[in-house]
């Protein structure tokens, strides 16, 4: 069986009104992080305070974590020091970040598996966060629903996921 492949869906994605905010400085940072990992998947979350429209991207957590090719892996432990840390900040995860080796942003099977909540999105780049261009073109974002990871085409990843000019997020980097 092929790695990435994946049952499909047995509902259709239904468009939400909520929105995830993210600045373009922070996309940037987002990119530099998975590129730090080379030829390695790498991960990060986008962290912030939830609201009424859906919610703003405050910080870039890098969690200790173990980098291969074609997965990484995130152990309890690093998931609790990030709790005990933005617990402080009133913050909640609103979306796991994660590059794939190549162009192939559909979440794999593993990916479905490891997803940290099915209460945040996750958002997948492509040749291991070596990525540039127009918000989200090329870029897999995903949304639980209905028991499937939905990967969002891209206008609807847009409004779901929106690029905003404001300050960056800060980050926050557990590997070292």
């Known amino acids: 069986m092929d790695e990435g492949w994946r049952r ?22 987002t990119v530099a992080v998975l590129r730090s990992f080379g030829a390695l998947e790498g991960c990060c979350f986008w962290y912030g305070s939830p609201d009424d429209a859906g919610g703003e991207v405050s910080a870039v957590i890098v969690p200790r974590q173990i980098n291969r090719q074609r997965n990484y892996h995130v152990d309890g432990s690093a998931m609790v020091e990030i709790a005990n840390t933005v617990r402080t900040h009133g913050w909640k995860n609103l979306s796991q970040v994660h590059s794939h080796p190549g162009t192939m942003v559909e979440h794999s099977p593993y990916d479905d598996q490891m997803a940290v909540s099915r209460h945040s999105l996750s958002v997948v780049f492509p040749r291991y966060g070596n990525w540039g261009g127009q918000w989200s073109s090329g870029v897999g974002v995903h949304e639980w629903q209905e028991g499937y990871w939905h990967l969002l085409v891209d206008d609807v990843a847009a409004h779901r996921v929106a690029v905003v000019d404001d300050d960056a997020a800060q980050i926050m980097d557990f590997r070292r």
């Open 8 to 29: 499909p869906p047995t509902t259709p994605y239904v468009v939400g009104p909520l929105q995830l905010r993210v600045t373009r400085e922070t996309l940037r940072l």
